[in-house]
T-cell receptor
Framework: SAVISQKPSRDICQRGTSLTIQCQVD?????MFWYRQQPGQSLTLIAT?????????ESGFVIDKFPISRPNLTFSTLTVSNMSPEDSSIYLC??????????FGPGTRLTVL | GNSVTQMEGPVTLSEEAFLTINCTYT??????LFWYVQYPGEGLQLLLK?????DKGSNKGFEATYRKETTSFHLEKGSVQVSDSAVYFC???????????????FGQGTILTVHP
């Protein structure tokens, strides 16, 4: 299984600001995923990030709000832009294993005031 | 589209009780099925998986069998412990290829609390 780290682990931000979350994997992977887990809720896929191409966003998520970078096969960033309290969530990145299972990073707990 | 439905929670049990958490799914094609666990304050961990019909996934005393005829993947454990208290998520992965490949669809999660 892959070892995934995320930075920051948590942050408290002011309304209207932006936060960039980093995801680092210990091996090269083609596809990386970004999920959001709102308080007390399940996980919802934000986008799929492939190296060398534009991220593919799920319905309800747009690039202007959640720009993603994927500069190489071990790293990705997700930016939460122009934040509001409704963006308070845990944001998780994940990568796919051999049996299509996904391994998740520890998550970034974001609170927007 | 794909969907996963879990039994309503929360579930509260005494230690050594039998656990069942129901999970049913709707998917096109032949998805892979997973159970993930999220312990308090921690990230999401893969608990077990099954990639084809009649496969049984097992780990840490937990089991789940991929039932294509009933589109189910119920999680069971014969004797729960206090340390099993966590949120359990059932999920499926679309194996159809293209832009859907590898994406997980999650159920709503079931909170399990085990008392001594």
């Amino acid at each position: 299984s892959a070892v995934i780290s995320q930075k920051p682990s948590r942050d408290i931000c002011q309304r209207g600001t932006s936060l960039t979350i980093q995801c680092q994997v210990d091996s090269q992977v083609t596809m990386m995923f970004w999920y959001r887990q709102q308080p007390g809720q399940s996980l919802t896929l934000i986008a799929t990030a492939n190296q060398g191409s534009e991220a593919t966003y799920e319905s309800g998520f747009v690039i202007d709000k959640f720009p993603i970078s994927r500069p190489n096969l071990t790293f990705s960033t997700l930016t939460v832009s122009n934040m509001s309290p409704e963006d308070s969530s845990i944001y998780l990145c994940s990568v796919t294993g051999r049996a299509n299972e996904q391994f998740f990073g520890p998550g970034t707990r974001l609170t927007v005031l | 589209g794909n969907s996963v439905t879990q039994m309503e929670g929360p579930v509260t049990l005494s230690e050594e009780a039998f656990l069942t958490i129901n999970c049913t799914y709707t998917a096109t094609g032949y998805p892979s099925l997973f159970w993930y666990v999220q312990y308090p304050g921690e990230g999401l961990q893969l608990l077990l998986k099954a990639t084809k019909a009649d496969d049984k996934g097992s780990n840490k005393g937990f089991e789940a069998t991929y039932r294509k005829e009933t589109t189910s993947f119920h999680l069971e454990k014969g004797s729960v412990q206090v340390s099993d208290s966590a949120v359990y998520f059932c999920a499926l992965s679309d194996n159809a290829g293209g832009t859907s490949y590898g994406k997980l669809t999650f159920g709503q999660g079931t909170i399990l609390t085990v008392h001594p």
